[in-house]
């Protein structure tokens, strides 16, 4: 596995101004262990979701959990991708897996 920077989405409600969204002045980051590989014909036959694109990936990680709609960098490649849903072993195992999709292109469906 290899290091990963990770930017997690973060905000708050603002109740005050009928319950608008008000983004965090400083997301918080963090580091894990993870690697990103290709989804496989297996994966994409039992994910209901919906459509995925040619930049979705699978993300395995160190037991770390991640939010939908965080962001991360790959260390080895500079690639940046965000968490699209989470996949799940079951609880027989501490890995954690996610789909994600990588940013700074444009999805074609």
Do not use: C, W
């Not at 968490?83 to 501490?94: A, D, R, S």
């Amino acid at each position: 596995m290899r290091d990963m920077h990770g930017i997690e989405p973060a905000g708050s409600i603002d109740s005050s101004s009928g319950g608008q969204y008000v983004p965090a002045i400083e997301p918080a980051t963090f580091r894990f262990k993870g690697l990103v590989m290709p989804l496989s014909n297996e994966d994409l036959q039992y994910l209901p979701e919906g459509t995925y694109t040619k930049q979705s990936q699978k993300l395995y990680t160190n037991g770390e959990r991640l939010k939908v709609g965080a962001t991360f960098t790959d260390t080895y490649d500079n690639a940046t991708y965000t968490v699209i849903q989470e996949l799940t072993h079951g609880p027989i195992h501490p890995v954690k897996r996610y789909v994600v999709e990588s940013k700074g292109v444009a999805a074609s469906r």
